[in-house]
């Protein structure tokens, strides 16, 4: 497995952006895809924004399309921009990588990732 870090979580207001980002230990063994989830407090795990390790194809869910934005480095880095970020969007923030299923574009379900970091909080409020 590859390990992941997140950074950039924090404290905004509605309206408000932040960047995350994620730093693979092994870029290269990290899987064809990789991706961003979050998960509030109750909530099952969402899949946001993927997009396969050659960067050449991006996946959202409708929740965030539009706002947010999901970019790689091709060396060892994700990064999501998040835009106009609103109340809904508080939760913990991960990366993951892995397969991302057998089709053309990269899942947005969990189960097919199987490295994880360990979440970047998010919140917004006013």
């Known amino acids: 497995q590859v390990q992941l870090v997140e950074s950039g979580g924090g404290s905004v207001q509605p309206g408000g952006s932040l960047r995350l980002s994620c730093a693979a230990s092994?870029?290269?063994?990290?899987?064809?895809?990789m991706g961003w989830f979050r998960q509030a407090p109750g909530q099952e795990r969402e899949g946001l924004a993927t997009?396969?390790?050659?960067?050449?194809?991006t996946h959202y869910a409708d929740a965030v399309k539009g706002r947010f934005t999901v970019s790689q480095d091709g060396v060892a880095n994700l990064y999501l921009q998040m835009d106009n970020l609103q109340a809904g969007d508080t939760a913990m923030y991960y990366c993951?990588?892995?397969?991302?299923?057998?089709?053309?574009?990269?899942?947005?379900?969990?189960?097919?990732?199987?490295?994880w970091g360990q979440g970047t909080p998010v919140s917004v409020s006013s």
């Open positions: 997009i396969t390790r050659g960067g050449l194809t």
């Open positions: 092994d870029y290269t063994n990290a899987g064809r895809c």
């Open positions: 993951a990588a892995g397969d991302g299923g057998p089709w053309y574009l990269c899942s947005l379900t969990a189960n097919h990732y199987t490295s």
